[in-house]
């Protein structure tokens, strides 16, 4: 059992270490090569091929008529709204950003869950919630001083971090009822459906040139579609398995530091742009000022869930 402990452990690491180093990869794709909406659309419908694969081997994926709308509302928020507007923001803002703005979820978490799960707000979680919105604000704020950095940008990655932060709202009854491996499946092959109908994306990848991209560039997609879609979601179901949900979102505090690592890393290396001139000590003082705010908000919750 310590084995499986360990390894449940090492799996949300691995987790946040391919999102990580996909902010920086995903953003040397768009928009050379990748419109955010043709890069969406290879994601998830590669996601979809593969969840079904394995869902069909392993698991019937059959759900009940009843909580078909459920699914919709996941599909549309877990997926569609949420990735069309992280990649749309990744490519007008900075991987740095995205990685701060990231971290917020388990703020936004707590906001959602007492709106609509009727949770007792508290005097930390309440503080959590003003510190960490404080620090989004005065990130967002500074976005545009810097090349590479954007308002709009950093506000459509704030509505990806909401968007995501109400699907996992809308998820939870889901959870219960049936096996993650099937709620995934699901959520993407409807979300699919709504990225099809973003206006954009349809005549985005009729009209690009797939032929002319360099070998590396085929290479960064398939590691968005098969290492930041597809594995990060089995290895965070497997480390769910073990631990808490507490101690599997904690593990999100890595990745503004995941990224400030690939940055420099990947532009040593010549293998992406040099990203590192958005990265400031004033950036960094507004993430602590984020990482605060989400230890009061979840701070409330630890008591009561196991580790």
Known sequence: MKIQFYK??????????????????????????????????????????????LSLIFRKSRINRKDIPLFILCGIFGVAVNQLFFFHGLNLSSSFNSGIIMAMNPIMVGILSYFLLKEKPTIYRVSGVLIGAAGAILLTLKGGTK??????????????AMSYALYLVLAKPLMTRYAPITVITWVFTFGLFFVCLFPSTLPDLIQTDFTSFPQEIYLKIMYIVVG????????????????????????????PLLVVFFAFLFSYLNW?????????????????????????????TKKNQYE
């Not at 999102?19 to 659309?41: D, Q, R, W």
């Open 8 to 53: 449940a452990h090492l799996a949300l690491f691995l987790v946040n270490v391919l999102y990580g180093a996909g902010h920086v990869i995903a953003k040397g794709v768009m928009p050379e090569f990748l419109t955010p909406s043709v890069f969406i659309f290879l994601r998830v419908l590669g996601a979809v091929v593969f969840f079904w694969t």
């Open 147 to 160: 090349g590479g950095d954007s308002i709009l940008g950093d506000l459509f990655l704030i509505i990806n």
């Open 228 to 255: 930041v879609t597809f594995l990060t979601y089995l290895l965070t179901i497997y480390g769910l398995k073990f631990l808490s949900p507490t101690v599997s979102s904690s593990y999100i505090y890595f990745q």
């Open 272 to 300: 992406s742009e040099d990203y590192t001139n958005t990265i400031t000590f004033e950036k960094i003082a507004y993430m602590l000022l984020i990482f605060v705010g989400v230890y009061l908000t979840s701070r409330t």
